[in-house]
């Protein structure tokens, strides 16, 4: 097991790696590649570009960590009562 699936970690996010609320399972569902199995960055530009969110200064980072980075701002928007449009599914309100 990698050094970052501490017990703590394991604990709190599981081997999913997410912590399972309704914007992790929206990306989760839309983002993966159905061939490949991977996060599509192509995916990850459409949601940022939906939601009017710029990518470009996450452009050093590899497709998991911009969608790590996508889905915090997206929780903020939602905390604030904004709404959020993840492939056909929006989302509003508190989480």
Not at 31 to 57: F, M, R, Y
Not at 64 to 72: A, I, S
Not at 79 to 88: A, F, P, Y
Request: aromatic share 6%; glycine share 10%.
């Amino acid at each position: 097991m990698p050094d970052f699936m501490t017990k703590h970690f394991m604990e709190k996010y599981g081997r999913s790696g997410t912590c399972a609320d309704d914007v992790s399972e929206a990306l989760s569902l839309y983002l993966v590649d159905p061939e490949t199995g991977k996060t599509d960055p192509e995916k990850i530009k459409s949601v940022a570009d939906n939601n009017k969110i710029s990518l470009s200064k996450w452009d050093h980072l590899n497709a998991g960590q911009r969608r790590m980075l996508l889905g915090n701002v997206l929780r903020g928007k939602i905390r604030r009562g904004g709404k959020v449009q993840i492939g056909d599914q929006i989302l509003t309100g508190v989480l």
